[in-house]
């Protein structure tokens, strides 16, 4: 019998980081992406090198009221004050002087010389200013990088300066993605924001107006929202039913790129989300970075939070008025004890509904390239449990479905039992040459393969020295899917991986 163990919150609400997991919710940021402010604040441009116009036209477009000192400005910089879309530019055809920078909230130096250029981003500092170089890095508080905009959503894009063609490249298929029509949509939740406020006083329900305003602007981007949408939404989020409720969701095998749709959204929506210990670390990216995450891992045949253990605090949470997300690995409904802790949750009267999600044996076939239900081999498909809840192999297993050469038979956590299985279903009539593999940690980049026959696939998993979840497959339809039955039992840096 497996240890028990408590639940144990992995990332504190608002902080990404996920205790002992070994993957960090955060990476290394090469700089931090910040969005400045500038609508009727004064900033100032020295310079007229061929940067200048560009940045100039960027500040006033934010809103910013721009002082442009150039003794001898382009052409093109004589310009832009007759093109800006907002704010205000004024060109002064003299060189800068210290004063002229005082309040100013944003300071852009744009001169050929770089001693000229080390003064003026020094007496800019000295008035509290952000300061920019243009085309000098190491003397910049803050750089401009591509961007995309939707305004008032506006995407920055910024490689450090590494790969400004990429960055550039990033931009346009941006660009692509983001209709037009998002700006007239964005424009409105900025109007409708305080009705919105002050209609709902609960946070759960302002978040489900904004995540019904969203649906239906991904899905008519093109138009303008009207009132009548706002009166619609309103009156949805007043009629949808309030509280707390569990969310049984599938997160697939491992592949975070294997999530549905409805995934995606149910982890946007948790306060809570209770996680086993198959759950690939990076599916948690997708959740709200203010929900909680709390590992509540059933390992195969080690320490484990009890079931009785994991519905209660399922309850519990739910009772307090929280959505909570309980993700399991593949597919709740296969193997997944959902059944259990859909009762636990009609017993307290709490709500409660089922994502699905890609099975582990769906993953694997997947990634393999191979049909489980040929129809020149397979007459049926059956999934089966390696172990029973002693952790034995189950007594009632039905050996004659399982020895039946029509078949194909994938049976899920089978690692402790592999090899009585294989010699009791040899034993009670299937085939020693009979094609069989197991996968472990099916769909992820560590994904490994055993693969040979009924009589040999226990050894050539001992040999192999791989770990991790795993999936045993057995059937005709490997073979003819082209995967190979090795002869002999190679080196474990020679099996197919």
Known sequence: ????????????????AREGAGHAGLEPLAVLPVFVPLQGKRAVLAGSNGGAPWKVKLLA?????????????????????????AGSVTLHERQWQPCDLQGAAFCIG???????????????????????AVDRPHLCDVKFGAIVNRSPMVVGI??????????????????????????AWIGAARDWREEVTSRFHAFSDRR???????????????????????????????A????????LVGSGPGDAELLTLKALRALRNADVILYDDLVAPEILDYARREARTMLVGKTGHGPSCRQDDINALMVQLAKSGKQVVRLKSGDPLVFGRAGEEIDACHQAGIPVSVVPGISAAQGAAASLGVSLTNRDSARRLQFVTGHDRRGTLPADLNWGALADPSVTTVVYMPKKTLRELLDRAVAEGLALVTPALLVFNATRPNQAVVSGTAADLADRVEASGFDGPAL???????????????AATPEPDKLAI
């Open 472 to 486: 045993l497959m057995v059937g005709e339809a490997l073979r003819l899917h082209g995967v190979e039955v090795i």
């Open 240 to 247: 949808a039913p309030k509280g707390g409720a569990v969310t």
């Open 110 to 132: 744009a001169m050929e010389d770089e001693a000229d250029c080390i003064a003026f981003v020094a007496a800019a500092r000295a008035t509290g200013a952000i300061v920019n």
């Open 61 to 85: 477009a934010a809103g910013a009221d721009v002082d442009v000192y150039a003794p001898e400005p382009s052409d093109e910089l004589r310009a832009v004050p007759g093109e800006i879309v």
């Open 208 to 238: 489900a107006f904004w995540e019904r305003f969203t649906d239906r602007a991904f899905a008519e981007p093109d138009r303008a929202p009207t009132e009548a949408d706002l009166a619609e939404l309103l009156g949805q989020t007043d």
């Open 158 to 183: 910024s490689t450090e300066g590494a790969a400004p063609v990429f960055g550039q490249t990033v931009r346009a298929r941006i660009e692509g993605m983001l209709p037009r029509g998002f700006k």
């Open 1 to 16: 019998m497996s240890t028990p163990r408590q639940p144990r919150e992995t990332r504190p609400a608002g902080i990404a």
